[in-house]
């Protein structure tokens, strides 16, 4: 098992778009479910948006509906969190996690339900 690693995180204006991106490991990309989550200072993880392992089902949490949009692109085994029209709220360290699933297995989002962290990569959005 490799660890994720995100990267693409920083510093923006409020309605700025960012890119983030996880790179993991083939066998993770083919076998885990995959998610980004978040922390702002003095909050608890919470889950962002995730995608199964084959793909097909995709979760976002009420806060970046119609804003944020998880992809994967297999050929290059990474994961990626666009995040358009950003606001402050969105501040936080932003984390990639994954999770060894069976390929049916219904998709849930909860952090503490992952495995396998990346680092982090820090967004700050100012108004």
């Known amino acids: 098992q490799v660890q994720p690693a995100e990267s693409g995180g920083g510093s923006v204006q409020s309605g700025d778009s960012l890119r983030l991106a996880c790179v993991m490991s083939?066998?993770?990309?083919?076998?885990?479910?995959i998610g980004w989550f978040r922390q702002a200072p003095e909050k608890e993880r919470e889950g962002v948006s995730c995608?199964?392992?084959?793909?097909?089902?995709?979760y976002y949490a009420d806060s970046v509906k119609g804003r944020f949009t998880i992809s994967r692109d297999n050929a290059k085994n990474t994961v990626y969190l666009q995040m358009d029209s950003l606001q402050p709220e969105d501040t936080a360290v932003y984390y990639c996690?994954?999770?060894?699933?069976?390929?049916?297995?219904?998709?849930?989002?909860?952090?503490?339900?992952?495995?396998?962290w990346g680092h982090g990569t820090q967004v700050t959005v100012s108004s």
């Open positions: 083939r066998f993770t990309m083919n076998y885990h479910a």
């Open positions: 996690g994954t999770k060894r699933t069976i390929l049916t297995a219904p998709l849930t989002c909860a952090s503490d339900e992952y495995n396998y």
């Open positions: 995608i199964t392992r084959g793909g097909g089902t995709t």
